[in-house]
Structures are given as structure tokens and as C-alpha cells.
Nanobody, 118 residues
Framework: QVQLVESGGGLVQAGGSLRLSCAAS????????MGWYRQAPGKQRELVAS???????NYADSVKGRFTISRDNGKNTVYLQMNSLKPEDTAVYYC????????????WGQGTQVTVSS
């Protein structure tokens, strides 16, 4: 069982920055992919960014050029640097871990609120 603990959410003005962190524990092996999803009120959860243990990244079009995902494989920790934040980035952000590339088994954090005021 993998546990994910997120930190770094909060309230920021438009144009500001926040950095989210997510530390994973409980995995006996290197986690294949870690990422961030978000869910705004009344909307479906959507992928924000993901990164594999090989460093391959994937971003939602809406955050390209503003957000940067990175990870420390040794610490099983993933980070999301969010710059130039917009009010539409307001959502609960969830950390996700996919332990095995070939198995559809995902673990989720408890979520952290990000609020961007205009």
C-alpha cells in the first residue's frame, strides 16, 4: 500500500506562484509515474502534469509554460512548481502514483486546496 502526503497548497493572488510537494511511502519498488490532478467545483478531475521515473513529462495544455513538474526518485517525492497562476487554476490538487507501468493501479493523496484570487 502506497501512502501519499501532499503539502504546499494555499491562497495566492493571480500572477503569483505556489509549489506543491507530494511524498510517497510504502512502496517496495521505484514508482513508475507520479503526477498531479485537479478538480474544480462542478468539474471532473483532470490531469495537470505527470512524470515517469525516467523523467518523461506530460502536461495539460492549459498549464504548459507555467507549471513545471519534477521528482526526486531517491525520496519518492514529486513537486509541482506553479507560476503565473490564474483564477481558473483554483481547484483541489491531488497527487497520484502509478506504481507499475503495466498495471492500472493508482494511489491518491488526500488533496490540497489551491485558490487563486483575481
Amino acid at each position: 500500500q502506497v501512502q501519499l502526503v501532499e503539502s504546499g497548497g494555499g491562497l495566492v493572488q493571480a500572477g503569483g506562484s505556489l509549489r506543491l510537494s507530494c511524498a510517497a511511502s510504502g512502496s517496495r519498488f521505484s514508482i513508475y509515474a507520479m503526477g498531479w490532478y485537479r478538480q474544480a467545483p462542478g468539474k471532473q478531475r483532470e490531469l495537470v502534469a505527470s512524470i515517469t521515473n525516467g523523467g518523461d513529462t506530460n502536461y495539460a495544455d492549459s498549464v504548459k509554460g507555467r507549471f513545471t513538474i519534477s521528482r526526486d526518485n531517491g525520496k519518492n517525492t514529486v513537486y509541482l512548481q506553479m507560476n503565473s497562476l490564474k483564477p481558473e487554476d483554483t481547484a483541489v490538487y491531488y497527487c497520484n502514483a502509478k506504481v507499475n507501468r503495466f498495471l492500472d493501479v493508482n494511489y491518491w493523496g488526500q488533496g490540497t486546496q489551491v485558490t487563486v484570487s483575481s
